[in-house]
């Protein structure tokens, strides 16, 4: 890719790791709560579990080289489609679960859970390999090495993960109050057995009062 490209590439990165969103939430609660010193496990586990996700789209997406250009357009104009509904969705929906709880629930009690926690929480949901998986075909060339591509972009998501998540954890206090704020102004629809148990309670109640 050209340096051009490069750049687009790690600045859209760099703007879906700042969003607020679990892992977000987790590790900037990690440094507020249990202090600074674990900065550094809650840290390195999100970026290598951003990495892993990462690794593991760049599988499929390997395999575009092989196929004809007109169907990689395809798939690159899907990409795009989807990269903007995943960003509508990112502000649709509530960036994160008990953003606003004070107590300390979180799962990492040593300095392995944190990293295990932050880890798991970056690799093992498809929030980030869903957007991997869009985003990297839209810098796949027949003409060049995938495996020296997607091998430079690991590192280059890496270091980007790294400062993002970092920055997120020493101004935890910014970074809490925004997911809050977002978390805040977004209302879950009730499931449909909620309005199914609340109109039976309510029709139980009108035919008892006319009894």
Same mark, same amino acid.
């Given at each position: 890719?050209s340096?051009q490209?490069w750049?687009?590439?790690?600045?859209a990165?760099?703007?879906?790791?700042a969003l607020p969103? +679990?892992?977000?939430?987790s590790v900037?609660?990690y440094?507020?709560? @249990?202090g $600074? *010193?674990?900065?550094?496990?809650s840290v390195s586990g999100?970026?290598?579990g951003?990495?892993t996700?990462?690794t593991?789209?760049?599988?499929?997406v390997?395999g575009?080289?092989?196929l +004809?250009?007109?169907?990689v357009e395809?798939?690159q104009?899907?990409? =795009?489609?989807?990269?903007m509904?995943? =960003?509508?969705w990112?502000?649709?929906?509530?960036?994160?679960q008990?953003?606003n709880a004070d107590n300390d629930? =979180? +799962? %990492? *009690?040593?300095? &392995? %859970?944190i990293?295990?926690?932050?880890y798991?929480?970056?690799?093992l949901r498809?929030? #980030?390999f869903a957007?991997?998986?869009?985003?990297?075909?839209q810098?796949v060339s027949?003409?060049?090495n995938?495996?020296?591509?997607?091998?430079?972009?690991?590192?280059?998501?890496? =270091?980007?993960a790294?400062?993002?998540?970092t920055l997120q954890?020493l101004f935890?206090?910014?970074?809490? &109050?925004l997911? @809050?704020?977002m978390?805040?102004?977004k *209302?879950?629809?009730? *499931? #449909? $057995?909620?309005?199914?148990i609340s109109? @039976?309670?309510v029709?139980a109640?009108y @035919?008892?009062i006319?009894a």
């Amino acid at each position: 890719m050209s340096g051009q490209a490069w750049l687009i590439f790690c600045a859209a990165c760099a703007v879906v790791f700042a969003l607020p969103s +679990p892992l977000v939430f987790s590790v900037a609660s990690y440094a507020g709560i @249990r202090g $600074r *010193k674990t900065v550094f496990a809650s840290v390195s586990g999100g970026a290598l579990g951003i990495v892993t996700a990462m690794t593991i789209s760049a599988i499929p997406v390997a395999g575009l080289t092989y196929l +004809p250009q007109s169907f990689v357009e395809i798939v690159q104009w899907a990409g =795009l489609g989807w990269l903007m509904l995943f =960003l509508l969705w990112t502000f649709a929906t509530p960036a994160a679960q008990a953003a606003n709880a004070d107590n300390d629930n =979180l +799962p %990492g *009690k040593s300095w &392995s %859970g944190i990293f295990r926690d932050c880890y798991a929480m970056a690799a093992l949901r498809p929030r #980030y390999f869903a957007f991997f998986l869009a985003l990297l075909p839209q810098f796949v060339s027949a003409s060049g090495n995938a495996i020296e591509t997607f091998a430079t972009a690991q590192a280059a998501i890496m =270091l980007v993960a790294l400062a993002v998540l970092t920055l997120q954890a020493l101004f935890f206090s910014s970074t809490l &109050s925004l997911v @809050r704020r977002m978390s805040g102004n977004k *209302k879950i629809r009730p *499931k #449909y $057995r909620t309005h199914f148990i609340s109109g @039976r309670a309510v029709s139980a109640g009108y @035919r008892r009062i006319a009894a």
